[in-house]
């Protein structure tokens, strides 16, 4: 069983009170680690490893944590469902999946904190195995729309 809760609702309560406790404060913004130097925190198992990296960054004299989370949205869900039936390349697994997510609508599936230090940004992040799915399901409907055949330009056949 993972450690993760289906639902990070409660420990993103969690981290605005223990931020704020700390007198820190919050800039809601994501960090892209990939376009970033960017370093992720290693939680291990332990789902409470985020007070740890909050009270590194308050060490590091760090005066705000950015923060982002993400719920699943029923239009949201709704329109990957249609883009995933609309594509040629879908499967009918691929559809009960995002049939089986409607569960998980107004859940909180991912949690991201970070600070800068030295250039570099720290990040923790935390999400759910339904989040994962649904990633997943978003990669498979942004290919399958984004598949373009290959045509000659107007220009190249001049």
């Known amino acids: 069983m993972s450690p993760i809760s289906d639902d ?11 931020i704020e406790g700390l007198g820190m404060r919050r800039f809601f913004g994501y960090v892209e680690c990939d376009e970033i130097p960017s370093v992720l925190w290693d939680s291990g198992k332990n789902p409470d490893s985020w007070k740890d990296f909050v009270e590194l960054a308050k060490s590091t004299g760090a005066p705000f944590l950015t923060m982002h989370s993400w719920a699943l949205d029923r239009e949201e869900l709704d329109g990957l469902s249609q883009r995933l039936g609309d594509g040629e390349f879908s499967s009918e697994e691929d559809l009960e999946e995002s049939r089986w997510l409607k569960t998980y609508i107004g859940k909180t599936g991912f949690v991201q904190l970070g600070w800068a230090y ?13 989040y994962a799915h649904y990633q997943h399901l978003r990669e ?6 984004g598949f373009m055949i290959d045509e000659p330009d107007q220009d190249e056949e001049r």
Do not use: I, N, R, S
């Not at 990070?8 to 223990?18: N, W, Y």
């Not at 030295?118 to 339904?130: D, I």
């Open 8 to 18: 990070l609702t409660g420990m993103k309560d969690d981290m605005t009170a223990f």
């Open 118 to 130: 030295q250039g570099c940004v720290f990040v923790y992040e935390a999400g759910t195995e339904w």
């Open 140 to 145: 498979l409907a942004d290919d399958a729309g």
